[in-house]
């Protein structure tokens, strides 16, 4: 085999190399920017307390998941949640790992993104922390928030709005049983973060009243 044949059959190699890398591992990737329950790669899988898991791509995938608590109370991402609880929409990337304390299990299954259901231009959300876009998720517009907590105790409510297409880190503010209330905008495309951060047991409402002009 002369030199330019042996050239042009490992550049035949590679290029073969690149395309089923590619083939088999762009399922694999998502971002921001794709955020659809057709493109992402999540797959269903179980979590417990007391346990670290790396995002391996091989028994925990990357992706955005609906997580489910079947039993105790867990803390993930620093949301507190008890059996019952959700918390959706959430986005585990690869090569990170996921912490889970507290005492119980959960089950994570493949996000849905589902629509939140508009009463009296009011969003009513309970035993549920999560990320919703604006236009899909919930109407973008002008909000007020509103915090209760059944049980009376301390709690407290990490809220943040973010732009999957900028680079800046979002408008963020806190709310507790000091503060409960606050007014915010969402435009198209935003991300709303509603986390309860709470260090007790809680049982929150949220209140998401959609204003008018």
């Known amino acids: ?10 550049t035949l190699l590679l290029a073969i190399a690149c395309i089923l890398f590619f083939r088999f591992t762009a399922k694999e990737t998502y971002s921001d920017f794709n955020r659809t329950a057709k493109d992402n790669p999540a797959r ?27 039993s105790g109370q867990i803390t993930i991402q620093s949301v507190r949640l008890e059996k019952g609880d959700h918390f959706v929409g959430v986005s585990f990337y690869g090569g990170n790992k996921v912490n889970v304390s507290g ?13 939140l259901p508009l009463v009296n231009h009011r969003y009513l959300i309970r035993h549920q922390s ?22 009376g105790t301390p709690f407290y409510l990490f809220v943040q709005v973010t732009d999957p297409k900028s680079a800046n880190g979002g408008r963020s503010f806190d709310l ?15 991300i709303l973060e509603l986390l309860n951060w709470s260090k007790e047991s809680t049982d929150l409402t949220l209140s998401l009243t959609l204003q008018h002009d």
């Open 130 to 151: 999560g990320y919703y876009q604006a236009g899909k998720e919930i109407e973008a517009g002008n909000y007020q928030l509103k915090v209760t907590n059944k049980k």
């Open 44 to 70: 269903s899988t179980t979590v417990m307390s007391g346990e670290t898991y790396p995002v391996d791509n091989v028994r925990f995938k990357p992706g955005y998941y609906d997580l489910t608590v079947t």
């Open 176 to 190: 507790s049983h000091k503060k409960s209330t606050a007014s915010f905008a969402l435009k198209k495309g935003q």
């Open 1 to 10: 085999m002369t030199k330019n044949k042996k050239l042009l059959f490992f």
């Open 103 to 115: 005492k119980g299990t959960a089950s994570l299954a493949p996000a849905q993104f589902k629509k």
